[in-house]
């Protein structure tokens, strides 16, 4: 992401800023620490992770994300609802009606303009992830429940192809790279944020 807002901070005059989805805030950093690195005796229950997911993501929008766009700048966000829709949705076959709902009172109904989705063969994107070193909780699921949420992004790609793109996340950072900025230098000139 930061080369990606390194790029576009060169095209434009509006700040852009990166944040993530759990942890954008002071508070969030709290519940990423329980939604990623818990490990106690008692697993967390997956209605209780996804209200925790829904907390993270008002405190981040009423706190940060509102006042920033307010001011006219431009967030790159990493997840946002549509992976919560694919991670406890697809992933652990909670309600997509009820994620919806808690989407919409979360964000006060503020949407992403877009969604890039780096699609990668599953079993390779968890062998890139052991490489990196200590993996967190959700990482450590097993193999189906990625599957699910693979599955899941691809469903809503297809359900929202203006707005969820799918980005070939096989290829090399470079290459990944230069295909976002293709994307992003297309959807800026459609939305007259470039000449």
């Not at 200590?134 to 189906?144: G, P, S, T, V, Y």
């Not at 470079?174 to 939305?191: A, F, G, H, P, Y």
């Amino acid at each position: 992401m930061q080369r990606i807002q390194v790029w576009l901070q060169g095209l434009m005059d509006t700040p852009v800023i990166i944040t993530r989805e759990p942890g954008g805030t002071l508070l969030g950093q709290e519940l990423r620490h329980l939604l990623l690195e818990y490990h106690g005796e008692e697993p967390i229950q997956d209605r209780a992770e996804l209200f925790m997911y829904a907390a993270d993501r008002a405190q981040h929008v009423e706190g940060f994300l509102k006042p920033l766009l307010d001011q006219g700048n431009m967030i790159l966000c990493d997840r946002y609802t549509d992976s919560t829709i694919a991670y406890q949705g697809y992933g652990r076959g909670l309600d997509l009606s009820l994620i919806n709902q808690l989407n919409q009172i979360a964000t006060n109904s503020l949407e992403s303009d877009l969604t890039l989705w780096l699609d990668v063969d599953v079993e390779l994107g968890l062998a890139r992830t052991r490489t990196r070193g200590k993996i967190d909780r959700i990482e450590q699921a097993n193999l189906e429940f990625h599957q699910r949420v693979q599955q899941g992004f691809k469903l809503l790609a297809q359900a929202n192809p203006d707005r969820i793109i799918p980005i070939n996340g096989m290829l090399n950072i470079d290459q990944v790279t230069e295909n976002i900025k293709l994307i992003l230098s297309q959807k800026l000139r459609k939305w007259g944020c470039l000449i």
